[in-house]
């Protein structure tokens, strides 16, 4: 059985063929919201790092830990200011692009196969060693055999369409709303305040239109089962 969380749904029904594209979220979606640093000129970073340690400094502030009964990273050193391969340190607007740049220069520093990675639904961060360069896509159409049943749910309980924040030393409040959701059936539904003294005006409404890009939609929630797939 395979189980996630998704947001929308759309379907192509172009020459007859039903084909199905499925968009979600889960915890996982934090890699892709905060960018990681790791600044070289720090002093505090010119120490030595495994390649473990540096992958649990990326994660956080995400919700992911690493999974349980991982197998272990080779004890490769990592360093900020040495010039050889051994170094790793930057600025990446995600912190999905700083794991990859870490398990590539892992790669190459320990002659392995290509790593792959995922956050499962138990937010556990796991990794696996492939040969391939890259995986096909595999289309599953309704009439595929292999498919049990196909379950599709909506949760609009814990929709956000409201919220306000506040921001600098004055304690300034600013409100914003997703007027799409609203409007789609939904009504109001406030968030809780958020309050941030020490940041911006600019901030303030950047973070709070984060939470509702996140939050004003329903979840979806998708129960596959398949037979020898």
Request: charged share 25%; proline share 1%.
């Given at each position: 059985m395979i189980k996630g969380s998704i947001e929308r749904v759309s379907r192509d029904d172009t020459d007859n063929n039903r084909i199905y594209e499925i968009y979600g979220r889960d915890i996982g979606r934090m890699l892709i919201k905060q960018p990681f640093k790791y600044d070289c000129t720090k002093t505090e970073n010119n120490v030595n790092?495994?390649?473990?340690e540096m992958l649990q400094?990326?994660?956080?502030?995400?919700?992911?830990?690493?999974?349980?009964?991982?197998?272990?990273?080779?004890?490769?050193?990592?360093?900020s200011s040495e010039n050889n391969l051994n170094?790793?340190?930057?600025?990446?607007?995600?912190?999905?692009?700083?794991i990859n740049a870490l398990f590539s220069q892992y790669v190459k520093i320990t002659g392995i196969n290509k790593l792959r990675w995922f956050v499962d639904l138990g937010?556990?961060?796991?990794?696996?060693?492939?040969?391939?360069?890259?995986?096909?896509?595999?289309?599953?159409?309704?009439?595929?055999?292999?498919?049990?049943?196909?379950q599709v749910t909506e949760d609009a309980t814990n929709i956000i369409n409201r919220i306000t924040g506040y921001y600098g030393e004055n304690n300034t409040s600013i409100t914003k709303n997703?007027?799409?959701?609203?409007?789609?059936?939904?009504?109001?539904?406030?968030g809780q305040d958020i309050s941030e003294p020490d940041m911006t005006q600019t901030q303030m409404d950047a973070r709070l239109q984060m939470e509702l890009d996140q939050k004003s939609s329903p979840i979806y929630t998708a129960t596959v089962k398949m037979l020898g797939f």
């Amino acid at each position: 059985m395979i189980k996630g969380s998704i947001e929308r749904v759309s379907r192509d029904d172009t020459d007859n063929n039903r084909i199905y594209e499925i968009y979600g979220r889960d915890i996982g979606r934090m890699l892709i919201k905060q960018p990681f640093k790791y600044d070289c000129t720090k002093t505090e970073n010119n120490v030595n790092k495994t390649a473990l340690e540096m992958l649990q400094l990326i994660l956080v502030d995400t919700g992911i830990t690493i999974g349980r009964g991982q197998t272990q990273l080779q004890k490769v050193t990592l360093n900020s200011s040495e010039n050889n391969l051994n170094r790793f340190c930057g600025s990446w607007e995600a912190k999905r692009d700083a794991i990859n740049a870490l398990f590539s220069q892992y790669v190459k520093i320990t002659g392995i196969n290509k790593l792959r990675w995922f956050v499962d639904l138990g937010g556990y961060f796991r990794w696996f060693e492939t040969k391939s360069d890259r995986f096909d896509y595999n289309y599953i159409f309704k009439e595929d055999d292999r498919i049990i049943s196909f379950q599709v749910t909506e949760d609009a309980t814990n929709i956000i369409n409201r919220i306000t924040g506040y921001y600098g030393e004055n304690n300034t409040s600013i409100t914003k709303n997703d007027t799409n959701s609203q409007n789609a059936g939904y009504g109001i539904c406030v968030g809780q305040d958020i309050s941030e003294p020490d940041m911006t005006q600019t901030q303030m409404d950047a973070r709070l239109q984060m939470e509702l890009d996140q939050k004003s939609s329903p979840i979806y929630t998708a129960t596959v089962k398949m037979l020898g797939f």
